[in-house]
C-alpha cells in the first residue's frame, strides 16, 4: 500500500542503498538528493519538483511523471521508456540525460534546455513541437522520431536523416544544416 505524501520538500537525503517510501508525490520538492543506482519504480509524481539530483541509473519502471520539473539534475543512463507515460509530462532544465533512453514516447511540446543529451535514444518518440535549446545531441539517435514543428535552433551536434524522420516545420539554423546534411558525406564550407 503507498502512502499519499503533498507539500514535502527533501533536502540532501540519499536513497541510494534504501529506497523512496513508495508513494504518490504530489507539489514536493527533492534537492540535492541522491537516487543514483537506486529504486524508484512504481512510484507516482505529480507536480514536482527535482533540483539538483542525481537520479542516474535509477530503475524507472512503472514510474509516474506528471508536471515534473528537473533543474541541475544529472540522469544518466535513465531508461524513461520504461515509465507509466500515461499523462507524462516533465522539463528539463540543465541537466545531464546521456545515454538516456525515450524510445517510443509520446512527448508533445518536451522541453530540454540548456541540456547534454549524448548519446540518447529518441527512436520513434513523438517530439512535436519539442524545443531543444542550447543542447549538446552529439551521437543523438534520431530514427522515425516526429520532430514537426520542433525547434532546434540553437541545438548541437545532431545529426538528423530527414528521410528517416519527420521533420516538416522544423526549426533549424543555418549552421545546423550540416546535421541534416552528414549522411551525404558533403563539405558544407
Given at each position: ?31 540535492g ?16 519538483e ?36 500515461f499523462?507524462?509530462?516533465?522539463r ?31 527512436t ?7 524545443l ?18 520542433a525547434?532546434l535552433?540553437t ?35
Amino acid at each position: 500500500m503507498s502512502s499519499f505524501i503533498a507539500d514535502q520538500t527533501f533536502k540532501g537525503k540519499t536513497y541510494t542503498q534504501k529506497r523512496l517510501p513508495r508513494g504518490e508525490y504530489e507539489n514536493c520538492i527533492f534537492e540535492g538528493c541522491d537516487f543514483s543506482n537506486g529504486l524508484l519504480d512504481n512510484q507516482n509524481f505529480m507536480e514536482c519538483e527535482f533540483i539538483d539530483c542525481n537520479l542516474s541509473n535509477s530503475n524507472l519502471k512503472h514510474t509516474t511523471f506528471k508536471e515534473i520539473a528537473f533543474s541541475h539534475c544529472k540522469m544518466v543512463g535513465l531508461r524513461f521508456d520504461e515509465c507509466n507515460d500515461f499523462l507524462m509530462d516533465f522539463r528539463f532544465f540543465d541537466c545531464t540525460l546521456d545515454y538516456s533512453s525515450f524510445y517510443g514516447l509520446t512527448l508533445k511540446k518536451q522541453k530540454f534546455v540548456n541540456c547534454k543529451l549524448i548519446k540518447v535514444d529518441f527512436t520513434e518518440t513523438e517530439l512535436n513541437e519539442a524545443l531543444f535549446e542550447k543542447c549538446n545531441l552529439n551521437a543523438a539517435i534520431f530514427d522515425r522520431t516526429n520532430l514537426q514543428n520542433a525547434n532546434l535552433v540553437t541545438a548541437q551536434n545532431f545529426t538528423i536523416d530527414p528521410s528517416k524522420n519527420k521533420i516538416t516545420k522544423a526549426k533549424f539554423s543555418k549552421d545546423g544544416l550540416d546535421g541534416l546534411l552528414r549522411k551525404f558525406d558533403i563539405v558544407i564550407i
